[in-house]
C-alpha cells in the first residue's frame, strides 16, 4: 500500500523482486549445466569429477551468469546460450577460487560455507580440479550450442582467454601477491582489482554484445557500466572484509588487514569507499540510459553489487 | 660410401637428418613464439610473465609441435599456422609440467636441467603461471591468424579442451596420483597413460587434418598412428625412468618404483616392454602406409620416440 504512494520506494521494490527471481533462476540453471557436464565416471578419476562438482554445484551469488543473462536479455539473446556463456564464466571464476584457496596462495578452508576443495579432498586434487573447470569452459564455449556461428564462439573463447590470462585475473591476482609485501597507491590497487576481478566481469557483460554482434561502438555504454559495478563490487568485497559476517559470507573474513594488504578501504578509508561505491553504482546504471526496461535487471544487479551482505 | 651400398642405412640417416634439420627449426620457432606473446610488462606483473617464461622458453624436446608441424606439412598447411597451434599445444603440456611439478604433486626440483618454476620463483607463483599459460593456448588458437576459417578455430579449441581436461590429461593425472595407491592391471595403465599423454599427442597429430579440413573418416590413419605412437612414447619413458641418465634427461629419474607406482615396465617387466614399445612403432608407421614421402617426417618422429635418451 505504500508502496503505491511512493513510486520509488515502488520502483525499488519491483526491482528487488525481477532481481530475486533472475538470481533464483540463474543459480537453479548453472547448477544443472554443472550436474550435466560433470557425469562422475565409474573409474580412479570419480574423486577429480567429485572434486569439480564439490567446488562448482551449490552455493556462491552466481553474480557473473547472471550478468550474462541480463546483458543477453538487451539483444533478445536466448536464455540456453546465455546460460552456456554463464557456465563457462561461472567454471573460470571457480577454478580461480580452488586454485587461489589452496595452502600456497590465500590458504583457506572455508568458501561458499563449505570446506575448500583441498580441505575436503587434498591439495593434488584441486589443482587438478582446478585445471580440469579451466579447460571445461572453453570446451563449453567452442560447442555449437553456445552461438551456430563459429565467428561468435572464437570471440567468446578469445576474449574469456584474454580475461583471465596473463593481462587479466591471472595478473590481477600476481599483483595482489605482491600487494602484501608492497605499498599500493589507489591507482595501482584500481589497476590491480580492474585485472583480477574486472576483467572478467566485463567480459560477462561484453557477452551479451558479441552474442548480439553489437558493432564495438556500439558497446560502448556496456563497457562503462562494466568498468564500474566491477570497482563497485570491488570496493564492497573490501569494505565485506572489514565489516562483514563470516557466517553469512561462508568464509573468512579480515584477511587483508592481517597480511597487510592495501585496498581501497585501507587506502580510501571506509567512509569515502561508501561513498565511492554508490558513486560508481550511479555512474554504472547512467551508462544504460540509452535502454529501456530491459535494461532493469542490470540496473537491479549494479545496486546489489554494494547491497549484498556476502 | 657405406650408405650407398646399404639402402636401408642410407634411409635411416636421410630420416636423422630430416628429423635433426625439423627438430632444430622447431624449437628456435616455438621460442620466438613465446617469446613474442610474453612481454615482460612494467609492472608487479613481472614476476608472473618471467615465470612463464622460465617454464616456456628453452629446453624440451618440442615433441608436440614437431607432430603439429609433421601432420599439417601432409596436408599443404603453411607453417606458421602449424606453429602457431605448434606453440599453443606447448603452452598447455608446460602448463601441466609446472603444475605436475609443484610439492603437492609429483614434488620435482628439476625439469629440462632446470629448477622447476616452483624453485625458481615459489609455489603461488608457479600456480599462477601454470593458469596463464594454459589460458594463453586457447587465446593463441582463437586468433585469425591460426586460420582464416572461424569454424576450424572452434574445432581446434573444442578438441584441446578435451584433450587437457577431465576426460583427457587432467583425467589421466588423476589416475596417476591414484596409482600410487592402487595397483592397477594392463588395461588400467593403458587407459591411464592414453588419457595423461596420449589425448594431447593424438590432438598434434589429428590437428594437421582439421587444419586440412579432412573428412573424419579420412583421419582414421592418422587416429591410429597417433594412439600407437602415444603408448610407445609413455613406455619408452617408462624405461627412460628405470635406465636413462638424470643429467641427460634434465628431471629426477627413477620415482615410479620409489612411489611404488604401477608403469608399463613394472607390469610386462623390461623386456617385454621395449618389446611391445617396438611393435607399436612399427603399426604406427604402418598407418602411414597411404601416405609417400611427405610423411617421412611422422615416420621419423615414430622411431625418434622409442630411441631418444631424454
Not at 533464483?24 to 569429477?49: E, K
Not at 563457462?88 to 584457496?101: C, N, P, T
Not at 590491480?192 to 560502448?220: D, H, N, W, Y
Not at 572489514?242 to 567512509?271: I, N, P
Amino acid at each position: 500500500m505504500a508502496d503505491q504512494e511512493n513510486p520509488d520506494a515502488a520502483n525499488d521494490a519491483s526491482a528487488k523482486t525481477i532481481l530475486a527471481s533472475a538470481m533464483a533462476q540463474v543459480s537453479d540453471s548453472i547448477d544443472a549445466h554443472f550436474d550435466a557436464v560433470l557425469t562422475v565416471p565409474d573409474d580412479a578419476r570419480a574423486r577429480l569429477v567429485e572434486a569439480m562438482r564439490h567446488a562448482a554445484i551449490g552455493g556462491g551469488k552466481r553474480l557473473r551468469p547472471l550478468l550474462v543473462v541480463a546483458s543477453c536479455d538487451l539483444f533478445h539473446v536466448d536464455r540456453q546460450s546465455a546460460l552456456r556463456i554463464g557456465t563457462a564464466i561461472e567454471a573460470i571464476h571457480v577454478y580461480s577460487l580452488v586454485h587461489d584457496d589452496l595452502p600456497c596462495m590465500d590458504d583457506d578452508d572455508m568458501r561458499r560455507g563449505k570446506p575448500t576443495v583441498h580441505k575436503a579432498f587434498d591439495e593434488a586434487t584441486a589443482v587438478l580440479a582446478g585445471d580440469a573447470l579451466h579447460a571445461l569452459a572453453f570446451e563449453i564455449l567452442a560447442d555449437e550450442r553456445t552461438h551456430h556461428d563459429p565467428f561468435v564462439r572464437c570471440e567468446l573463447v578469445a576474449e574469456l582467454a584474454r580475461a583471465s590470462g596473463q593481462s587479466g585475473m591471472a595478473g590481477g591476482q600476481m599483483m595482489d601477491l605482491a600487494a602484501e609485501s608492497a605499498s599500493f597507491d589507489l591507482a595501482t590497487v584500481t589497476r590491480l582489482q580492474q585485472m583480477k576481478t574486472g576483467a572478467l566481469i566485463a567480459f560477462c557483460v561484453e557477452a551479451g554484445a558479441i552474442m548480439g554482434k553489437l558493432s564495438p561502438e556500439g558497446r560502448a555504454p556496456l563497457r562503462g557500466y562494466a568498468r564500474d559495478i566491477g570497482l563497485a563490487f570491488q570496493i564492497a568485497d573490501d569494505i565485506l572484509d572489514v565489516e562483514g559476517d563470516e557466517a553469512r559470507a561462508g568464509k573468512a573474513l579480515h584477511k587483508d588487514a592481517a597480511a597487510g594488504k592495501e585496498t581501497f578501504v585501507s587506502v580510501m578509508g571506509l567512509a569515502r569507499a561508501r561513498e565511492q561505491a554508490h558513486a560508481l553504482v550511479d555512474q554504472a546504471i547512467g551508462h544504460l540510459a540509452g535502454f529501456g526496461r530491459e535494461a532493469d535487471l542490470l540496473r537491479a544487479i549494479a545496486r546489489f553489487v554494494i547491497e549484498r551482505d556476502r
